[in-house]
């Protein structure tokens, strides 16, 4: 998921019962939304550029982690395959991970970037704050190395 914008509303609380973890990918809003969100799971998350410095001092730019296999690359800012941003080109030159999530443009997006092997992920906007008139969140399982049964979660 990606820019709650400090909402934790009822619609989106429900939408998070499956989760086995929360990949938050910025925008998060306030430090009491990233502990709303811990109490329904363990969270994984980076600072987005509108988050305050309690959220940069608690949450790193990036994070770049191992689930069950599967090498995951996490920042706000990352753009897409052909567009990525200048800071997302340089973690990417760094180690390539097989699954690339990132948020701010809250745009849904899910692509396979041939160049570089990998999957890209936007989640779009889970929150309310910006013009999205749909929400959206992605649901995606994590096993044995592998990526399956990924769903657009819309609200």
Request: charged share 20%.
């Amino acid at each position: 998921m990606s820019d709650t914008h400090g909402c934790t509303d009822d619609k989106l609380m429900r939408r998070l019962s499956w989760a086995d973890e929360i990949w938050h990918a910025g925008d998060i809003g306030t430090l009491d939304t990233y502990d709303r969100l811990c109490a329904v799971a363990p969270v994984r998350a980076v600072y987005g550029n509108a988050d305050g410095g309690d959220l940069r001092s608690a949450l790193g730019a990036s994070l770049r982690f191992e689930c069950d296999g599967v090498t995951v690359l996490m920042t706000h800012i990352g753009g897409y395959p052909g567009h990525y941003s200048p800071a997302a080109r340089t973690l990417l030159a760094a180690g390539k991970p097989a699954l690339f999530v990132c948020g701010h443009s809250h745009i849904l997006r899910v692509m396979y970037d041939h160049r570089l092997g990998m999957m890209t992920m936007n989640p779009g906007a889970a929150g309310l704050y910006g013009w999205q008139k749909v929400r959206t969140l992605l649901r995606l399982t994590v096993d044995g190395g592998a990526m399956s049964a990924l769903d657009v979660v819309e609200f």
